[in-house]
T-cell receptor, first 111, second 115 residues
Framework: DAMVIQNPRYQVTQFGKPVTLSCSQT?????MYWYQQKSSQAPKLLFH???????NEADTPDNFQSRRPNTSFCFLDIRSPGLGDAAMYLC??????????FGAGTRLSVL | GESVGLHLPTLSVQEGDNSIINCAYS??????FIWYKQESGKGPQFIID?????DKRQGQRVTVLLNKTVKHLSLQIAATQPGDSAVYFC??????????????FGQGTILTVHP
């Protein structure tokens, strides 16, 4: 059974219309990460939560925000999606630096 | 639509051949490395890992070699099968000085296995 679950698998939004992607985990991992992966590129870390502490990567645009209401759930909010934000968004979790688990990803299209 | 992506290196092999995928990592302070397999439309799947105090680690049909002198990592797949066709990424753990790490991914290599 999937332990890191991302919903939806495919999301279509309109240019400038806010969108939220969801990630849940059954592993009780204390760290949750969001990666952005554009076509034919490697996943790029946007930010992560260590417990409730939010850690933003220096080059992550302000357009991207995240929420973690509890251990199990983490959300990625894109406030005003642009065409360049179309990508696969991957959620990952870890308990320690030797145990990462990835979700299947959400493919975001921006029209 | 999406931005035009970079062209990933490609490796084409025949079924049954051995495959070697290479990766140059960026940070000499990285202390842990993972190879991932990613099939189209799916998330990265763990293959094998290695710590910086080792130079070789073997799994089932896979071997990872680490050369810290030149910051180079390789993945060897024995008797490659069509099901091995995917994009392969190396990832390095940059220890941020806390008890957890942040994975940074390398460029990726497209492996195509021909029957």
């Amino acid at each position: 059974d999937a332990m890191v679950i991302q919903n939806p698998r495919y999301q279509v939004t309109q240019f400038g219309k806010p969108v939220t992607l969801s990630c849940s985990q059954t592993l009780n991992h204390n760290v949750m990460y969001w990666y952005q992966q554009k076509s034919s590129q490697a996943p790029k870390l946007l930010f992560h939560y260590y417990d409730k502490d939010f850690n933003n990567e220096a080059d992550t645009p302000d357009n991207f925000q995240s929420r973690r209401p509890n251990t199990s759930f983490c959300f990625l909010d894109i406030r005003s999606p642009g065409l360049g934000d179309a990508a696969m968004y991957l959620c990952a979790t870890s308990r320690d630096w030797a145990s990462w688990d990835f979700g299947a990803g959400t493919r975001l299209s921006v029209l | 639509g999406e931005s035009v992506g970079l062209h990933l290196p490609t490796l084409s092999v025949q079924e049954g051949d051995n495959s070697i995928i290479n990766c140059a990592y960026s940070n000499s302070a990285s202390d842990y490395f993972i190879w991932y397999k990613q099939e189209s439309g799916k998330g990265p799947q763990f293959i094998i890992d290695i710590r910086s105090n080792m130079d070789k680690r073997q799994g089932q049909r896979v071997t990872v070699l680490l050369n810290k002198t030149v910051k180079h990592l390789s993945l060897q797949i024995a008797a490659t099968q069509p099901g091995d066709s995917a994009v392969y990424f190396c990832a390095e753990n940059l220890d941020g000085g806390t008890s957890y790490g942040k994975l940074t991914f390398g460029q990726g290599t497209i492996l195509t296995v021909h029957p």
